[in-house]
Nanobody
Framework: QVQLVESGGGLVQAGGSLRLSCAASGRTFSNYYMGWFRQAPGKEREFVAAISWSGGSTDAADSVKGRFSISRDNAKSTVYLQMNNLNPEDTAVYYC?????????????????WGQGTQVTVSS
C-alpha cells in the first residue's frame, strides 16, 4: 500500500502561482511513477503531468505545458506540481497518483494509488 497526501491548494488570482505537494508513505517511493490529475465540477478527471521514478522523464498535458512543472524528491518521498500563470480554467480538485507497472502514463486507470485531493481555485 502507498498512502498519498496532497497539500498546497488554495485560492489564487489569475496570473498567480501555487506549488502542490504530495507526500507518500508506505512502499518505496522511488519505485513508483507519479502523476497529477485534476477534476473540475461537472467534468471528467483529466491528466495534468507525470514523472518517472528517477525524475529523469516527465510528461504534461498540452493545456499546462509551459506553465506547470512536475518534480520529485525521492529522499523526501514527495512529488511537486509547480503551477504558474494560473487561469480560472485551472480551477479543480488536484489529485496525485502512483503506479509502478506501466511507466510514464496519462491513463488514470493504470494508477493504483490516489490521494484525497486538494482544491485549487483561481479567481478572475
Amino acid at each position: 500500500q502507498v498512502q498519498l497526501v496532497e497539500s498546497g491548494g488554495g485560492l489564487v488570482q489569475a496570473g498567480g502561482s501555487l506549488r502542490l505537494s504530495c507526500a507518500a508513505s508506505g512502499r518505496t517511493f522511488s519505485n513508483y511513477y507519479m502523476g497529477w490529475f485534476r477534476q473540475a465540477p461537472g467534468k471528467e478527471r483529466e491528466f495534468v503531468a507525470a514523472i518517472s521514478w528517477s525524475g529523469g522523464s516527465t510528461d504534461a498535458a498540452d493545456s499546462v505545458k509551459g506553465r506547470f512543472s512536475i518534480s520529485r524528491d525521492n529522499a523526501k518521498s514527495t512529488v511537486y506540481l509547480q503551477m504558474n500563470n494560473l487561469n480560472p480554467e485551472d480551477t479543480a480538485v488536484y489529485y496525485c497518483a502512483a503506479e509502478k507497472d506501466y511507466g510514464l502514463t496519462r491513463y488514470s486507470d493504470w494508477y493504483n494509488y490516489w490521494g484525497q485531493g486538494t482544491q485549487v481555485t483561481v479567481s478572475s
